[in-house]
């Protein structure tokens, strides 16, 4: 008796090459949204020498009216 072989059927192929578009989409996407979000990050003012970072910005502002009761 010979060992019994898994059928590769349609359904596991089309799943495989499903999964391996979507990873190649994600790859060429994602160093794109890294590039501009550094490019983003540049463009903030530097931080205060002596402390004193904290700028209350309207993504404070939403994130405070979230917690309110």
Same mark, same amino acid.
């Given at each position: ?42 463009? &903030? ?11 209350? &910005? ?12």
């Amino acid at each position: 008796m010979s060992p019994a072989q898994p059928k590769l059927s349609r359904r596991t192929l089309f799943a495989g090459a499903g999964t391996a578009g979507a990873l190649a989409a994600a790859a060429t996407v994602i160093p794109h949204g890294v590039e501009q979000g550094q490019a983003a990050t540049d463009a &903030t003012k530097p931080a205060p020498e002596k402390g004193g970072g904290y700028q209350l &910005t309207e993504h404070v502002k939403r994130y405070y009216k979230t917690t309110r009761i």
